[in-house]
């Protein structure tokens, strides 16, 4: 009997390999069924006989506590992005630039979720989420149920093969016409779901996805004797991986935007989800010599197919109020999906954008994602008015307090001048525990507002007196130990932070991240930040007259010096704990703009060391910057910088400036 199990086991896997892999079966459903029926009863019989590679262990059951933290031994690296063929050009001529003449290969990029499979002798013993590159997750029980994926390879191999599961969308369809019948919620696209089902704890739920998987990519190349990534991609096959058969190997960059035009016009008629073409250069030896940057690999990039647009109704427009009291007008839309999400909200930002894309009550609009993330209205269809829409005007009143707006002189937005709206002091308490502000990991904005409205929390200060209501927050739906233990130990490291992040947490109108910064580092203390006076704020570099009303305006009202001082008591730190600004003249006193995609540095990386050099960074070039450090693919802010005449340096030359 165990020899028949054992010949079940080599017939039905093989059938799994030239069904699922190879797209080419070989025996007759029927067949299938009988074979796997005669096995699962052999292994109910001899549960002990049952090997890790059987395809009765697909089926799932395991069921775990939570995900463990798994450190990939080479990191799982992002790519960077291209979006247009300008872009995939410079990335060529960067390349022959090193005097590398490539061969490309073009890939699908699956819009899908990134996975690590680890094998030792030819076994599957962990699969793993790619989390930041560095840690991931432990997924191993649930991509046991992906058939693709073999339990055992055709070789006995140590291996470590990389690439994506997905959903299909036939299969995506499938399970929302059940859930619909149930009347479940349905999934909203085939890549959430797949990551949803791979995050589940029950592996029979993934089980029941049925999800796919496609290889494509091998670490670590020379081990196994291979010379290019095309025969990589060959192994993997002949180890028994699914390889997606729309690679192609080109000579040019031509051939590559060939290839991404071609794929573009199919893209629709795939059975699954690609959201671009990966780009890699072939050659292992080239890809040694280009190397990479602290993100990237620089002989790789994903070119992304552009944003797609989508038409719905414009069925009202609604204004909200922010934690400065500023008024946004928001589109309330018919709920429509742009690229695999839901929309039915957008901003309008303020008065003047309305008017000027002429959006009326019940136009027909066209949506998209602006950078495929923020969904924003991009023009009214004239053609489909039918004469019922009715014309947008702007309130005069606060929605939320009923206090007549203002509109400051020179400015296109619209306040609500009331410092107790409760909207604005909703908005507030959020903004204080933002990331960029006190950092207060699991207070979100939802949370917030339930503390809000459940009365624990009434003013900033209450937000550290969380602590004396524990055992209240436990008992809320949702919560428990561990969470609000969590909660309340990030809440208590909060107090450490420097005094910057204070300053701009406390939500001082014209005060952003930046300038808060600067001001912790010129008073060093709230005490002296609070009393200096209009004359010493402007004259430090940046802060003009705006800012230092606004901040002389702040403190001469009883109720935020009270603050500052309950927060002192509750023991906030207040003092600046970051580095000295050491004064350079090349950068001291001066603007910089960052532009491209740095190679040496990140962004923050770069604008950290500028600022610690005396100098500002800023976000859009004008007349009054002093010089632009362009990366790669710098786009629009570079064309600018040389109509202005403004002085550029190369990441190389920045470099030399320090070193200097």
């Known amino acids: 009997m165990k020899d028949r199990m054992n010949e079940l ?17 070989t025996i007759t459903d029927q067949e299938y069924d009988k074979y796997l029926r005669e096995l699962f009863d052999i292994e109910a019989e001899h549960p002990e006989w049952i090997r890790e590679d059987s395809p009765t262990q697909h089926a799932g059951g395991k069921i775990i506590e939570g995900f463990e933290k798994v450190t990939h031994k080479i990191p799982m690296m992002s790519l960077s992005d291209v979006f247009s063929e300008s872009e995939l050009i410079a990335f060529d001529e960067r390349i ?11 890939e699908l990029k699956i819009d899908g979720l990134s996975v690590s499979l680890l094998y030792e002798k030819g076994k599957l013993i962990r699969a793993a989420t790619r989390g930041d590159g560095t840690v991931g997750e432990d997924i191993t029980h649930n991509v046991k149920t992906i058939k693709v994926i073999p339990l055992k390879l055709k070789e006995d191999v140590d291996i470590e093969v990389r690439g994506e599961i997905f959903m299909n969308k036939k299969t995506l369809q499938e399970i929302n016409e059940k859930r619909k019948a149930k009347g479940e919620p349905l999934l909203q696209n085939c890549r959430n779901a797949a990551a949803g089902s791979i995050r589940q704890l029950d592996s029979k739920i993934a089980a029941e996805r049925k999800l796919d998987n496609f290889i494509y990519h091998l670490p670590d190349p020379e081990d196994y004797g291979l010379r290019t990534h095309a025969e990589a991609i060959d192994y993997m096959q002949r180890l028994g991986f699914k390889i997606n058969p729309n690679n192609r190997l080109v000579s040019s960059i031509q051939e590559v935007i060939e290839f991404i035009e071609e794929k573009g016009k199919i893209r629709d008629s795939l059975p699954y ?12 030896q080239e890809q040694q010599k280009l190397g990479y940057t602290a993100k990237y690999p620089k002989w790789a990039t994903a070119y992304k197919f552009p944003a797609v647009e989508v038409l719905t109704k414009l069925t009202d427009i609604i204004f909200t109020v922010g934690r400065t009291g500023q008024i946004t007008p928001n589109a309330v839309l018919e709920p429509v999906i742009v690229a695999g999400s839901t929309i039915s909200r957008a901003t309008l930002h303020n008065e003047d954008y309305v008017r000027e894309k002429d959006l009326k009550i019940g136009d027909i609009v066209s949506i998209r994602k602006a950078g495929d993330v923020i969904p924003e209205v991009v023009e009214r269809k004239i053609e489909r008015r039918t004469g019922k829409e009715k014309d947008f005007v702007m309130i005069t009143e606060c929605p ?12 296109v937005d619209y306040y609500c001048p009331n410092d107790k709206c ?4 909703i908005e507030g308490l959020i903004h ?11 207070l979100g904005d939802r949370i917030m507002e339930d503390f809000y409205n459940f009365g624990f929390i009434g003013n900033i200060a209450d937000i550290y007196s969380l602590k004396d209501h524990e055992q209240d927050l436990i008992r809320l739906e949702g919560y428990g130990d561990k969470s609000v233990s969590n909660l309340l130990e990030a809440i208590e490291h909060s107090k450490e932070n420097s005094l910057e992040r204070l300053i701009f947490a406390l939500g001082i109108p014209h005060v952003g991240a930046k300038t808060a910064k600067i001001l912790a580092a010129r008073f060093k203390t709230m005490d002296d930040f609070q009393q200096a006076s209009e004359e010493e704020l402007v004259s430090i570099p940046d802060i003009g007259d705006t800012i230092a009303k606004s901040i002389q305006k702040y403190f001469a009202n009883d109720h935020n010096k009270s603050i500052v ?7 906030l730190n207040m003092n600046y704990l970051g580095e000295e600004i050491e004064e350079n003249e090349t950068f001291a006193g001066k603007s910089f703009v960052l532009t491209g995609s740095l190679e040496f540095y990140t962004r923050e990386e770069a604008k950290e060391i500028i600022e610690h050099l005396g100098g500002k960074t800023v976000e859009s070039v004008s007349k009054k910057t002093s010089v632009v450090i362009v990366g790669t693919n710098p786009g629009s802010k570079y064309t600018k910088a040389q109509e202005l005449g403004i002085e550029i340096w190369t990441e190389e030359k920045f470099k030399e400036k320090l070193s200097e």
């Open 96 to 106: 022959r630039k090193e005097g590398i003449h490539p061969k490309y290969m073009c």
């Open 400 to 411: 939320m307090c009923h206090t007549p707006l203002i509109k400051k002189e020179g400015q």
């Open 273 to 284: 989800d690609i959201d671009g073409v990966v780009i890699k250069v072939n050659s292992i």
């Open 9 to 25: 086991i080599d017939i039905i896997n093989e059938a799994d390999y030239n069904y699922h892999t190879l797209d080419n079966p």
């Open 565 to 571: 001082e309950e927060l002192k008591d509750l023991g």
């Open 422 to 425: 409760p909207a604005r002091h």
């Open 432 to 442: 204080f525990v933002s990331r960029d502000a006190m950092n207060i990991d699991g």
